[in-house]
């Protein structure tokens, strides 16, 4: 009891040091105190936004809603170091060839992009888009919700992935709800965006399989398919740093620059 009265008062102190307030004097666990509740706090890494993908910017183009700079950091957050290593550098050199040159800032948006490229594929970046599939190898019955599976959200998952990845869907909750709203868990861009972070780190990690394959969990991630194509089109404005060496890029302008500078010169 006398430990927690001498902490509050430290407490107590410390306010009154930050309000300029007189006639109370620093305790000296005040300084423990203060760094102890810095320390908790938890290091946020740096992040930078994604360009945008075509359909993005033909849906801004219009005036419609379109993806949210907001779910860029949702991914980044979300993805676990294996994403980030050189463990996937192979997997992704068709659209990043330079991930393994690429800062952990760099490669977070890269992953940032290939996710909105994604959900531009899947869902045409609308959050709330639901399909009822008919196809005889995905018409099945969902185990979670006991109904013909829907695929649903910006990445269109199911709530079988809840079960499967430990995402954070609740099918009680939602099957209160119409079938669009925008409340719904599955629907809730956070839930979906992460639930795909973990399915793609369950491909790629747990099960060592190629990022484009027959066996992705995404058809658009399925070479040879019609829906392939429309994700391979929204890779087109992939980070610049993918593809291109920024410095050896500034080089050969400068390079130009003086080329042209001294035929200037000697005409």
């Not at 004097?25 to 423990?32: D, F, G, I, L, S």
């Not at 079960?163 to 079938?179: H, I, M, T």
């Not at 861009?189 to 795909?196: A, E, I, Q, S, V």
């Not at 980070?239 to 620059?257: I, L, M, Q």
């Amino acid at each position: 009891m006398a430990a927690m009265i001498r902490l509050r008062m430290a407490l107590l102190c410390s306010c009154a040091a930050v309000l300029g307030l007189e006639g109370c004097k620093a305790h000296p666990n005040t300084q423990v105190v203060a760094q102890s509740a810095q320390a908790a706090q938890p290091v946020q890494p740096e992040m930078k936004a994604a360009p945008a993908t075509p359909i993005a910017e033909k849906k801004e183009e219009l005036g419609k809603k379109t993806w949210d700079p907001e779910w860029d950091r949702i991914v980044e957050e979300a993805l676990p170091p294996e994403l980030l290593s050189s463990r996937v550098a192979r997997d992704v050199r068709p659209f990043c060839p330079r991930f393994n040159h690429l800062s952990e800032v760099d490669r977070r948006a890269f992953w940032a992009y290939f996710f909105q490229a994604l959900a531009g594929a899947e869902a045409g970046l609308s959050p709330t888009t639901n399909v009822r599939h008919t196809e005889p190898e995905v018409a099945v019955k969902d185990e979670v919700s006991k109904r013909m599976v829907r695929s649903e959200g910006l990445l269109q998952l199911t709530y079988m992935d809840a079960k499967r990845y430990g995402c954070d869907f609740d099918w009680e909750a939602d099957r209160k709800l119409p079938l669009k709203d925008p409340a719904k868990t599955i629907l809730q861009p956070k839930n979906n965006l992460t639930c795909g972070v973990k399915i793609l780190e369950n491909q790629l990690i747990d099960q060592g399989r190629p990022l484009l394959s027959r066996k992705s969990y995404w058809s658009t991630l399925r070479p040879g398919l019609p829906d392939y194509r429309v994700f391979v089109k929204q890779m087109a404005n992939v980070p610049t740093v993918c593809r291109v060496d920024p410095e050896a890029r500034e080089t050969k302008s400068s390079h130009t620059r003086g080329t042209r500078a001294a035929d200037v010169a000697a005409k």
